[in-house]
């Protein structure tokens, strides 16, 4: 059976992957980024989660949060623009998946 998922954990935290910080002249997509792995997962707002995903960082805590979200909310909007959530999730979980499960996306 599985372990709980400690949800005052950051990503880094349970990734065991510290970024240094981030330059002064950072862009503020990698400041952002930055911020976002660093924060407990528990509950992650709407943007941190859309930004985190279309960047592929930690894709394997932050994608079974999204569901509920979409669930309660599909129109669920971070930053760009409403539904950006939604806009998202469907295009990262296949491939995630594939990664995750070692099965090479060109053949399937």
């Known amino acids: 059976m599985p372990r709980a998922l400690n949800c005052d954990r950051s990503f880094e935290e349970l990734e065991h992957d510290r970024w240094p910080t981030p330059p002064a002249d950072a862009t503020c997509l990698v400041a952002t980024a930055h911020a ?59 491939r995630a998946s594939h990664d995750r499960l070692g099965i090479d996306r060109h053949t399937t």
């Open 36 to 94: 976002s792995r660093r924060r407990p997962i528990g509950k992650p707002s709407v943007e941190d989660m859309r930004l985190l995903i279309g960047q592929d960082i930690g894709l394997r805590y932050v994608l079974p949060l999204a569901p509920k979200v979409l669930r309660d909310d599909p129109m669920a909007a971070g930053d760009m623009h409403e539904g950006d959530l939604l806009d998202r999730y469907p295009r990262t979980w296949p």
